[in-house]
């Protein structure tokens, strides 16, 4: 089955820096990439995928790139905000006709520091 | 917006004891999920149901657990004779169908096994 590695599992920054998310997966065959943002207590939320044809997605702060030779995908936030302190998660998975049960990296729990 | 709805939102129970957690996924979604994670852990897929049934399910779900739909909104977990380990929170989740990736998360129910 597919194994999502998620690096790092803290990250803490200074507002207005960047910060990036990495994860790698193993399946080749996983073809869809959700990230979800966690706030403490609450429940995941989707803030941007990308899909295998595309090498990179963008949407306002946060960005998406994916290397499919490489097997990894990344998290781009930029002009970081101290609302954008949560748990992030990578997803991976294969999207095939109506079937779609992605895998989960540990978890990146990012501190933005006002 | 349609969210994912479950219930009780906080549950204590003794060791061996049976537990229903309940979830009413989003009216027109085609696929329901059960996720489970251990504090401070990743989001760990259970089991998934498509058309009444249990189109997949991981490892962790074991004989100890079922779902069921029992009429056209609801969608539950049972776990049968719960273990110290079982304490974690289980989401409920679910996904729109063919034209759709997008996996909504329910809050959360969160069980304490002591």
């Known amino acids: 089955g597919e194994n999502v590695e998620q690096h790092p599992s803290t990250l803490s920054v200074q507002e207005g820096d960047s910060a990036v998310i990495k994860c790698t997966y193993s399946d080749s065959a996983s073809n869809y990439f959700p990230w979800y943002k966690q706030e403490l207590g609450k429940r995941p939320q989707l803030i941007i995928d990308?899909?295998?044809?595309?090498g990179e997605k963008k949407d306002q702060r946060i960005a998406v790139t994916l290397n499919k030779t490489a097997k990894h995908f990344s998290l781009h936030i930029t002009e970081t905000q101290p609302e954008d302190s949560a748990v992030y998660f990578c997803a991976a998975g294969v999207s095939s006709g109506g079937s779609y049960i992605p895998t989960f990296g540990r978890g990146t729990s990012l501190i933005v520091h006002p | 917006e349609p969210e994912v709805t479950q219930t009780p939102s906080h549950q204590v129970t003794q060791m061996g004891q049976e537990v229903i957690l309940r979830c009413v996924p989003i009216?027109?979604?085609?696929?329901f999920y059960w996720y489970r994670q251990i504090l401070g852990q990743k989001v760990e897929f259970l089991v998934s149901f498509y058309n009444n049934e249990i189109s997949e399910k991981s490892e962790i779900f074991d004989d100890q657990f079922s779902v069921e739909r029992p009429d056209g909104s609801n969608f539950t977990l049972k776990i049968r004779s719960t273990k110290l380990e079982d304490s974690a929170m289980y989401f409920c989740a679910s996904r729109g169908g063919y034209s759709g990736n997008t996996i909504y998360f329910g809050e959360g129910s969160w069980l304490t096994v002591v």
């Open positions: 990308i899909r295998s044809n595309v």
């Open positions: 009216s027109n979604h085609l696929y």
